[in-house]
């Protein structure tokens, strides 16, 4: 069973240039989940999709982030304009929103703002 | 609102030893609880899981945790740690009441000393 895949791995950017990441789920999992981990801290949920809704986008920065999910299948994040503190790693999970599974990540993209 | 608390940020153990990471978590029902591992550069990989039923679950490379209701923890354990098992350990509850929302504690990253 393949893997939740995420490209790029890396990216730098200057600040206020727009960036997008690019996820592809587990085949048939239903939610997709985006994740920001800042160096040294815990992954925080940044959007949750069931299928093509949004679940919850409540830690999103709306004003600058913004996240849609094609089909139910793959999604994309973009960060336009980027700030110093959007450097992190960008972790794409998913799952099959049944009893007794769990999340299943990808290596995540890391992207360094300077 | 869920929340997850990992009171230690580092521990060095000897390799040999055995170990104890420290996880409490604050849901108002059962939660579901798992642990992660993330390594340098790489995504978060599941090591247990617990969603009802014996407290006690086993995981892979060897490792344990320990499910206690009353005291609001999931402690991870194992009786012999080796070299390789440096990382970063990541507690996690997810909600039950069907959202599958997954929150992560900061962590507890693991030094092994030879």
């Known amino acids: 069973e393949a893997g939740v895949a995420q490209s790029p791995r890396y990216k730098i950017i200057e600040k206020r240039q727009s960036v997008a990441f690019w996820c592809n789920p587990i085949s048939g999992h239903a939610t997709l989940y985006w994740y920001q981990q800042i160096l040294g801290q815990g992954p925080k949920l940044l959007i949750q999709f069931q299928n093509n809704g949004v679940v919850d986008d409540s830690q999103l920065p709306k004003d600058r982030f913004s996240a849609e999910r094609l089909k139910g299948v793959d999604s994309t994040l973009k960060i336009q304009p980027a700030k110093l503190e959007d450097s992190a790693v960008y972790l794409c999970a998913s799952s099959l929103d049944r009893v007794g599974t769990e999340a299943f990540f990808g290596q995540g993209t890391r992207l360094t703002v300077v | 609102a869920q929340s997850v608390t990992q009171p230690d940020i580092h521990i060095t153990v000897s390799e040999g030893a055995s170990l104890e990471l420290r996880c409490n978590y604050s849901?108002?029902?059962?939660?579901?609880l798992f642990w992660y591992v993330q390594s340098p550069g790489q995504g978060l990989q599941l090591l247990l899981k617990y969603f009802s039923g014996d407290t006690l679950v086993q995981g892979i490379k060897g490792f344990e945790a320990e499910f206690k209701r009353s005291q609001s923890s999931f402690n991870l354990r194992k009786p012999s740690v080796h070299w390789s098992d440096a990382a970063e350990y990541f507690c996690a509850v997810a909600d039950t009441s069907g959202t599958y929302k997954y929150i992560f504690g900061t962590g507890t990253r693991l030094k092994v000393l030879a």
């Open positions: 849901y108002g029902a059962t939660p579901y």
